[in-house]
């Protein structure tokens, strides 16, 4: 079956740099999700998108913004790098169904991106 | 807010015991709740919810949870442990958004 596709898996940036996650979400899925996972710890949700609107946010920094396309494919946009950035960048992809209205939803993961900020 | 915890940082278990993974929740109305799994620089994988009705829930690779209300957990079960189950086990709710537990490092051991 297809899953979460990620691009791309790993990614070193400088100080002050900008970087371009990308995530491919499985076929017919319509809402995508971001999540930060910093070394040894949860992850956190970052933003959410339904039928390309942004539909929550979570602790993004300003830094950072985020995009659903026609396509549904998303992008994850992050400038002015700080080391604290270093991080597994998840994301994640789910079918609203009408039930819970999204919160029944099951949401499938991306392998991740494995950012590193020198 | 919604908000699970995980009690145990470790679980460390003997190959073909029975594995258990604490979870306990505090939820405001119906409780969504997700068990994944996380294995060495991987992604998370789904391994069952509860939404509503049966308190006990059936999952991937011979995982089962119990849901109890009266005790607000979530515990993820197994019967007989392999050593291949090693791995990162996370609790979660949803509220349109997945809030995770700390973690629990699972290690089974031959």
């Given at each position: 079956?297809?899953?979460?596709?990620?691009?791309?898996?790993?990614?070193?940036?400088?100080?002050?740099?900008?970087?371009?996650?990308?995530?491919?979400?499985?076929?017919?899925?319509?809402?995508?999700?971001?999540?930060?996972?910093?070394?040894?710890?949860?992850?956190?949700f970052?933003?959410?998108?339904?039928?390309?609107?942004?539909?929550d946010?979570?602790?993004?920094?300003?830094?950072?913004?985020?995009?659903?396309?026609?396509?549904?494919?998303?992008?994850?946009?992050?400038?002015?790098?700080?080391?604290?950035?270093?991080?597994?960048?998840?994301?994640?992809?789910?079918?609203?169904?009408?039930?819970?209205?999204?919160?029944?939803?099951?949401?499938?993961?991306?392998?991740?991106?494995?950012?590193?900020?020198? | 807010?919604?908000?699970?915890?995980?009690?145990?940082?470790?679980?460390?278990?003997?190959?073909?015991?029975?594995?258990?993974?604490?979870?306990?929740?505090?939820?405001?109305?119906?409780?969504?709740?997700?068990?994944?799994?996380?294995?060495?620089?991987?992604?998370?994988?789904?391994?069952?919810?509860?939404?509503?009705?049966?308190?006990?829930?059936?999952?991937?690779?011979?995982?089962?949870?119990?849901?109890?209300?009266?005790?607000?957990?979530?515990?993820?079960?197994?019967?007989?442990?392999?050593?291949?189950?090693?791995?990162?086990?996370?609790?979660?709710?949803?509220?349109y958004k997945?809030?995770?537990?700390?973690?629990?490092?699972?290690?089974?051991?031959?």
């Amino acid at each position: 079956a297809a899953g979460v596709i990620q691009s791309p898996r790993h990614l070193i940036k400088e100080k002050r740099e900008t970087a371009t996650l990308k995530c491919y979400p499985i076929p017919r899925h319509d809402t995508v999700y971001w999540y930060q996972q910093g070394p040894g710890q949860d992850p956190q949700f970052l933003i959410s998108f339904y039928e390309k609107m942004q539909s929550d946010k979570g602790s993004i920094p300003d830094r950072f913004s985020a995009q659903q396309f026609s396509d549904y494919h998303s992008e994850l946009n992050m400038s002015s790098l700080e080391l604290g950035d270093s991080a597994l960048y998840f994301c994640a992809s789910s079918t609203r169904t009408s039930h819970g209205g999204g919160r029944t939803d099951t949401q499938y993961f991306g392998p991740g991106t494995r950012l590193t900020v020198l | 807010a919604q908000s699970v915890a995980q009690p145990e940082d470790q679980v460390n278990v003997a190959e073909g015991n029975p594995l258990t993974v604490k979870c306990t929740y505090s939820v405001s109305g119906n409780p969504y709740l997700f068990w994944y799994v996380q294995y060495p620089n991987r992604g998370l994988q789904f391994l069952l919810k509860y939404i509503t009705g049966d308190n006990l829930v059936k999952g991937s690779y011979g995982f089962e949870a119990e849901f109890n209300k009266s005790q607000t957990s979530f515990h993820l079960k197994k019967p007989s442990a392999l050593v291949s189950d090693s791995a990162l086990y996370f609790c979660a709710v949803n509220d349109y958004k997945l809030s995770f537990g700390a973690g629990t490092t699972v290690t089974v051991r031959a």
